[in-house]
């Protein structure tokens, strides 16, 4: 069964730097592109970013350009976020999953950024 199992994240002032990492399991991993996606509150998961299925090609949504950076690991299965310059609008629950064909969520990680 396919799963996804994000770090645990916490509380981070203002301009601080926090790195997330997901484990996925039960389905090919480097045959797929991966995402990390945000939720505020309310139902939405928003796009933060994607790498490509070998890790070549990365694109960013504009709020997080320039600040984090998206990587994976095909051996161990991951895909990590690193978040620079945080600021409070990056508040919210991290998930990660495929870009296509979603599979079910995985439990998410809370990253607060305030000080």
């Not at 399991?25 to 090919?28: D, L, N, P, V, Y």
């Not at 070998?54 to 504009?62: K, P």
């Given at each position: 069964q396919a799963q996804f199992v994000e770090s645990v994240g916490g509380l981070v002032q203002p301009g601080g730097s926090l790195r997330l990492s997901c484990a996925a399991?039960?389905?090919?991993f480097g045959y797929y592109s991966m995402g990390w996606y945000r939720?505020?509150?309310g139902p939405e998961r928003r796009f933060i970013a994607r790498i490509g299925s070998?890790?070549?090609?990365?694109?960013?949504?504009?709020s997080v350009d320039g600040r984090f950076t998206i990587s994976r690991d095909n051996d161990k299965n991951t895909v990590d976020?690193?978040?620079d310059n945080l600021n409070p609008g990056d508040t919210g629950i991290y998930?990660?999953?495929r870009?296509?064909?979603k599979l079910p969520w995985g439990q998410g990680t809370q990253v607060t950024v305030s000080s």
């Open positions: 399991s039960g389905f090919i939720q505020t509150p070998t890790g070549t090609s990365r694109y960013y949504a504009d976020l690193q978040m998930y990660c999953n870009v296509t064909t």
